[in-house]
């Protein structure tokens, strides 16, 4: 679809593009907050946790665009089209987007049709859900006795112009993280056993990351399949898959119910004010 313009008008606003991080709401950037209290229109992704929601003023006009596996709410072309649109009648427009609108998030798409409209926007970065997710769990994603490097991949596999690189991926002196790979764990197991990647190598998959929701289901990559499936895993989930994963348990400091005990302290003491 092309996106439509108004020739003759100049866009009123302006947008941002802001990363929200992986949950926790004390992870937003300072920059990040400060953009988010002053919008007037927010377009929010299904990623995005409500703590961090709850920060958008009352005033502000909210727009779910989110997607997720199966569940899309938005097209693309419409997020683009609402986006060009919002810009010409609002003063700040915020795009906000879960972890890092860089990585996975479809930020430079979104931008390419801000660019061919001129219209003015700015980035703000979030902390992704790999490193978030990796700083919770306890698993460091390199580590000079486990991994020399890492990559970030999508668990997609479903575009047949562009194959995944099993090969490439199945180093075992590099951690593996995996965007959206819940439906397709089989594919992934299948694909790095058949190249070469050990089936004991450790794996995780990391649910609702940072947040009190947070669980860990913790295995070998002949496992995945079956950590994928357990009825207890939440969306948004992370895959992580190397030796790193050994330091789980050893390294592992987060207490999701701490948090909870932590928020329900704060909403009191605010309540009370």
């Given amino acids: 679809m092309e996106v439509v313009s108004m020739p003759g008008q100049v866009a ?14 004390e992870l937003l950037t300072m920059k990040a907050y400060r953009v988010l209290k ?9 990623l995005v946790s409500q703590e961090i929601l709850d920060l958008i003023p009352s005033s502000a006009e909210k727009i779910a665009v989110g997607k997720r596996a199966g569940k899309h709410s938005a097209p693309q072309d419409d997020i683009n089209q609402l986006l060009v649109t919002k810009a010409y009648t609002r ?7 879960g972890g890092d609108p860089f990585i996975f998030g479809r930020g430079g798409e979104e931008l390419q049709t801000l660019v061919a409209s001129d219209i003015a926007f700015e980035v703000v970065p979030g902390i992704t859900a790999a490193s978030g997710t990796s700083a919770y769990a306890g698993i460091p994603l390199t580590h000079r006795d486990y991994a020399q490097g890492v990559s970030f991949i999508t668990g997609h596999c479903q ?39 050990s089936p004991d190598t450790p794996v995780a998959i990391v649910s609702k990351a940072t947040t009190a929701s947070q669980q860990r289901f913790i295995g070998n990559l002949s496992d995945l399949a079956q950590l994928a499936a357990d009825p207890a895993l939440q969306m948004p989930a992370l895959m992580i898959i190397g030796e790193v994963v050994q330091l789980a348990d050893t390294l592992n400091w987060f207490e999701p119910s701490a ?15």
């Fill in 12 to 25: 009123k606003g302006k947008v941002w593009l802001v990363g929200a991080g992986p949950g926790d709401v």
């Fill in 38 to 46: 002053s919008a007037d229109a927010v377009l929010y992704d299904a």
């Fill in 91 to 97: 003063k700040n427009v915020v795009r906000l987007k």
């Fill in 159 to 197: 575009l047949a112009s562009r194959p995944m690189d099993w090969q490439g991926y199945a180093n075992p002196n590099n951690t593996l993280v995996v965007y959206m790979g819940i439906l397709n764990a089989n594919i992934i197991r299948d694909g790095l056993i058949n190249a070469g990647r």
């Fill in 259 to 273: 948090l909870t005990q932590q928020q329900t302290h704060t909403n009191v003491k605010t309540s009370s004010n």
